[in-house]
C-alpha cells in the first residue's frame, strides 16, 4: 500500500465517480486531500464526511476551463497544507455524444476546454510548485479513446490523444527536476459518464453490459499504486487497468 502519510492531493472533478472514490481513497491512506469541482455543495459535502470520519479534507469550487479557478485551487493546497504532492487531473466531459455532422460548434468546443485545456491549466499552476519542491507526481485520466476512434465521441477522443501527448510532453520537460509524470487508462467505470454513454445509443459501448463496467474505487486504488514505486516504469505513458497484467500489480480480479 502506497503511503501518503501527510501528502497533499488534488483531485478535480471531485464531486462524485472517479473524483470522490479518489479523493475518500488517499484520505484513509493518511493523504491531506483538496476537493475541486465545481459543484459546491457536492465537494464540501463529501469533505466534511472524509473529517468527520478522521481524515483531513478541504474543499473547493472550481471550474479547470478557467486558468484562474485552477491556479487558486493550486494555492489553496499550498495554503492550506503546505505543499502539493499529488495532482490529479480527473475532470471530463463525454456528453453530449454526437456525430461530427450532428455535434455542437460550442459543446464540442467545451469538451476541448475542460479535458484537454483543464490538464494543461493543472499543469501551469502545480509544475512550479513541484518544481520549487523537488518532487511532486501529476496523473492525468486517460482512456483507451486516447488511441482509437469511436463514432460519435470525435470531442473525447481527440481530447484523450493530446492528453496522452500532454503526458508524454509533461514528462520530456520535468524529469529531470524530479517529477514523475503519467497517465491511467481505467477501462470503463460505472459512473455517470456511463449512464450518458448508455443513453445515446451510440457505438458499441453504449451496448455494454452495466455489470461490465469496473467501480470507480478501483480506480482510485490504481492511482494510488502510481503515487508509489510502481508508478515508475510508467513515466510519460498510460497504466492501463484493462490487462491482466494491470489488474494484478493492483491485486484486482483479472477482467
Known sequence: M????NKTVLVTGASRGIGEATARHFASLGANVVLAARSKEAIEKIAAEITAEGGKATAVQ?????????????????????????LINNAGLIDPIARITDSDPED???????NL???????????????????????NISSGAATGA???????????????SLTKCGHKEM???????????????????????????INPVS?????????????????AYLCGPG???????DFSMKTAEGRAALGLPAP
Open 175 to 201: 524529469a529531470e527536476h524530479g517529477l514523475r509524470i503519467m497517465g491511467l487508462s481505467p477501462g470503463t467505470v460505472a459512473t455517470e459518464m456511463q449512464v450518458q454513454i448508455k443513453g445515446s445509443g
Open 62 to 86: 472550481c471550474d479547470v476551463a478557467w486558468h484562474h479557478d485552477v491556479k487558486a485551487a493550486v494555492d489553496m493546497a499550498v495554503d492550506t497544507y503546505g505543499s502539493l504532492d499529488v
Open 2 to 5: 502506497t503511503d501518503m502519510n
Open 117 to 139: 485545456k483543464g490538464v494543461y491549466y493543472g499543469y501551469h499552476a502545480a509544475l512550479p510548485v513541484m518544481q520549487s519542491q523537488g518532487s511532486g507526481t501529476i496523473i
Open 150 to 164: 469511436l463514432e460519435g465521441w470525435s470531442h473525447y477522443c481527440a481530447t484523450k490523444a493530446a492528453v496522452l
Open 108 to 114: 464540442w468546443s467545451l469538451v476541448v476546454d475542460v
Open 231 to 237: 508508478g515508475d516504469g510508467w513515466l510519460g505513458q
Open 207 to 223: 451496448q455494454m453490459d452495466p455489470n461490465a463496467h469496473i467501480p470507480p474505487e478501483w480506480v482510485a486504488q490504481g492511482l
